[in-house]
């Protein structure tokens, strides 16, 4: 199911732009040569991720599952030379382009990447430390993630996740594992004492947290 109309899927889309042409081109060069590109955030999301953390002003922005980079790209142009976005992902196999696209738009100060295991890394945060995460790696993990996360967010911060309404299959009568997870991580945040969530269907749904202060 695709979660907006899709004529009002392209009414969007024609009205918005990359934020460089270089995220243009690494879109493209996506498409072109790595497995499953439509895991990659684009414009419409990247700008919303761009505004947001421009909006927000943050020191430490966390991400997890980096894929290509689009997305990291779009919330490092917003932060200031001060802040740190810290991304990962375990899929050496792509992480040329990342690391090329980082190096071009010379984001390489501001973005800290890692191929590594996201829980772990989680695990190692200081309470308190993360102004800004946005959870994008497995599905199967995302109540882990959350879990984990919480504590590490400091009070007024953010938690985003994406791929919320999964497609639409977050209906299902007979969801899938993945599914459940997804479904999981919802219930927890919606429920979380100290949290207010919004989902926004924006592309594939993005589910909105501020931890309060
Ligand atoms: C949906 S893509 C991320 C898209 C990217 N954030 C964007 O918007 O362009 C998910 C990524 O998570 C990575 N991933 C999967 N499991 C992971 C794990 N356990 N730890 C870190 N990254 C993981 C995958 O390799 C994949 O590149």
Same mark, same amino acid.
């Not at 980096?66 to 980079?69: C, E, I, L, R």
């Not at 209906?171 to 969801?175: H, I, R, S, T, V």
């Given at each position: 199911m695709q979660i907006t109309q899709p004529e009002i899927q392209s009414y969007i889309s024609n009205l918005t732009a990359h934020l460089c042409p270089e995220l243009e081109e690494l879109e493209r060069q996506t498409y072109a040569s790595?497995?499953?590109?439509?895991m990659l955030s684009g414009k419409e999301q990247g700008m919303f991720l761009h505004q947001f953390v421009s909006a927000l002003n943050p020191k430490l922005v966390v991400e997890l599952g980096?894929?290509?980079?689009y997305s990291a790209i779009c919330m490092a142009l917003a932060m200031s030379e001060d802040s740190k976005l810290i991304t990962l992902d375990?899929? !050496?196999?792509?992480s040329h382009l990342p690391k090329k696209y980082f190096q071009k738009l010379n984001l390489e100060n501001r973005i800290e990447y890692r191929l590594e295991e996201a829980l772990p890394f989680c695990e190692s945060l200081a309470d308190n430390s993360v102004d800004l995460a946005f959870i994008d790696a497995d599905k199967a993990n995302y109540p882990n993630y959350f879990h984990c996360l919480k504590n590490k967010i400091r009070p007024g911060g953010f938690i985003l996740v994406d791929n919320i309404l999964w497609s639409g299959q977050v209906?299902? !009568?007979?969801?899938d594992n993945r599914t459940k997870a997804i479904l999981k991580t919802t219930e927890a945040m919606f429920t979380e004492f100290g949290w207010k969530c919004s989902i926004l269907p924006l592309r594939d749904g993005v589910l909105v947290g501020v931890k309060s202060s």
């Open positions: 790595i497995p499953m590109p439509n980096t894929y290509t980079g375990v899929n !050496e196999e792509i209906l299902d !009568e007979k969801p």
